[in-house]
């Protein structure tokens, strides 16, 4: 079974630093891996979907990448601001029905 | 911008009261699912459907049930909750893409928040 696993599990800065969030999945043979954020007591919001044959998706301030050989995807979050505080999930496709999701790296950016 | 609504966002029901939550998408999506999160826990696949008259059980146990009767609509049931029944429920739907496996980008409702007292 897919195991995904996201490091750190919490993760506090101060406003206007650069940071990476990690993505880590035990089986490579996925479809694609997708970044959701989750405000609390929310939906969640589709970021980046990264399909198998891509490398890295951007939008705007965010920049996520997928190395599927080792397992691997990280979200790198440019200047971070705020607003960008929330939950951050990962979720990979490896199967026909559903995705497996990671228990989330909890932001906090400080003004 | 994703289409995809939940009714009720708020939900306090006593034990033993059937409920259903509402799941409805505008998107012309095949695949639909429900996801159960308690506060601060990861999210459980409880219910998926590839489409009209397909309804499927999740890796998480439950005790609710779906239909699918038209594309776009997606409820589930509990025909009598319990306070174990607590939790968050979260929509979600995504396109099919070639060869019957979904490469669509997933799109989730806000959410109902289930309490039973």
């Known amino acids: 079974k897919q195991e995904v696993t996201q490091i750190p599990a919490a993760l506090s800065v101060p406003e206007g630093e650069n940071l990476v969030l990690n993505c880590s999945f035990t089986?490579?043979?996925?479809?694609?891996l997708q970044w959701f954020r989750q405000d609390p007591g929310k939906g969640l919001t589709s970021l980046l979907l990264i399909q198998s044959s891509q490398r890295e998706q951007t939008s705007g301030r965010l920049n996520a990448s997928l190395d599927k050989s080792s397992g691997r995807s990280t979200l790198y979050i440019a200047a971070s601001q705020p607003g960008d505080s929330a939950t951050y999930l990962c979720a990979v496709l490896n199967s026909g029905y559903a995705l497996n999701f990671g228990k989330g790296t909890s932001l906090l950016v400080t003004p | 911008e994703a289409d995809i609504y939940q009714i009720p966002r708020y939900l306090v029901i006593g034990t033993g009261k059937k409920i259903t939550l509402e799941c409805s998408q505008t998107m012309g999506h095949d695949k639909m699912y429900w996801y159960q999160q308690d506060p601060g826990m990861e999210l459980h696949l409880i219910h998926y459907s590839y489409g009209v008259n397909s309804t499927e059980k999740g890796d998480l146990s439950s005790e609710s049930t779906v239909s699918r009767i038209r594309t776009e609509h997606f409820p589930l049931t509990l025909e009598s909750a319990r306070p174990s029944h607590t939790s968050q429920y979260l929509c979600?739907?995504?396109?099919?893409?070639?060869?019957?496996?979904?490469?669509?980008?997933?799109?989730f409702g806000e959410g109902s928040r289930l309490t039973v007292l």
């Open positions: 089986d490579s043979a996925i479809y694609n």
């Open positions: 979600a739907s995504s396109a099919i893409g070639t060869g019957g496996f979904s490469y669509g980008e997933l799109f």
